[in-house]
């Protein structure tokens, strides 16, 4: 009876929730050659904003990719809105095909996203009461580097890495490949973390040789030295579902950051939903409508809107 009792309240909080989704507008922006999304949510005067960024890959707007398509971010956006905060979201160098503004794919570096991430800030500021920061997995590094260069208001890092990328995939390989195979990857990334070139490269890392600079830039970015010298407020998200991440990255996080606010959700995975066991986890890189874990979402809007994250 309690349950029964409890339905029509929920059911009167989703339907609100759905109506402020609807409500909120969207409109397509273009800064430089970034394609974006800006989603205001309807009737909030000067609301704070949300820069997203995105993870690897050549990821979109929607957080999706060309293999795995989980929605990430639009779900964010979405309901960044419907608790009165804005959001601009946009396409990664790659996605949806690279332009011929972003110069030769092989000539890119690291750099350039944070670069980008910085002239979206600059379109932003002035135009909304705070601008944040959102970075989801790589995005996280971004939004690390980008804070250090650009004026911002407020840090979130969902699903960070402590770690090099290079040391990373190392770690994610090692789990993966038989130990022969994990030599020869190691090894290659090894080489191309010290700057060498490998070709042929292993069958296990089938990086061009001419992409491997640019591959590189990435592996060797650290975000630990960088968010020591943030001082601005942070907040830390994690959890003990994510396939790619340990909880030892939101503990060195934490540690390089030690005012910053952390979460810790045993039941979200590495995009953001709850799930059960890992074929729950692995089907939901595919699936863009379960929803997103809702203490995250609630921690992050309180956090961006300027209350006490929970």
Not at 188 to 215: R, W
Not at 251 to 274: E, G, I, Q
Request: proline share 8%; glycine share 6%; charged share 25%.
């Amino acid at each position: 009876m309690r349950l029964r009792a409890c339905l029509p309240v929920f059911a009167l909080l989703l339907a609100a929730t759905l109506t402020s989704i609807a409500r909120a507008e969207e409109s397509n922006v273009r800064v430089g050659a970034l394609d974006a999304v800006l989603t205001t949510p309807a009737g909030v005067e000067r609301p704070p904003v949300a820069l997203l960024i995105a993870g690897s890959g050549s990821t979109d707007r929607d957080g999706n990719g060309p293999q795995l398509k989980p929605a990430t971010l639009k779900k964010l956006a979405e309901q960044l809105a419907a608790r009165g905060i804005a959001s601009l979201r946009y396409d990664k160098r790659g996605a949806r095909g690279w332009k011929r503004e972003f110069g030769r794919p092989e000539d890119f570096r690291f750099k350039d996203y944070v670069d980008d991430a910085a002239s979206l800030v600059a379109f932003l500021r002035g135009k909304f009461a705070r601008v944040v920061l959102v970075g989801h997995s790589e995005g996280g590094l971004v939004a690390i580097l980008t804070a250090r260069r650009a004026p911002v208001d407020r840090l979130v890092l969902l699903a960070t890495t402590a770690r090099r990328q290079g040391d990373l995939l190392k770690a994610q390989l090692e789990r993966k490949l038989p130990p022969d195979k994990f030599a020869e990857a190691a090894k290659a990334i090894d080489s191309i973390m010290a700057g060498q070139v490998v070709d042929p490269p292993p069958a296990a890392l089938p990086i061009p040789p001419a992409m491997q600079p640019s591959i590189a830039s990435a592996f060797t970015e650290d975000p630990i030295d960088p968010l020591k010298q943030i001082i601005m407020p942070t907040l830390i998200v994690g959890g003990g579902r994510d396939l790619q991440l340990a909880r030892v990255d939101l503990l060195a996080l934490s540690a390089a950051a030690p005012a910053a606010k952390t979460l810790w959700l045993p039941d979200m995975n590495h995009v953001l939903v709850d799930v059960t066991d890992d074929d729950a986890n692995l089907k939901s890189y595919g699936d863009p409508d379960l929803p997103l874990d809702p203490d995250m979402l609630d921690a992050v809007a309180a956090f961006i809107s300027g209350a006490e994250a929970r």
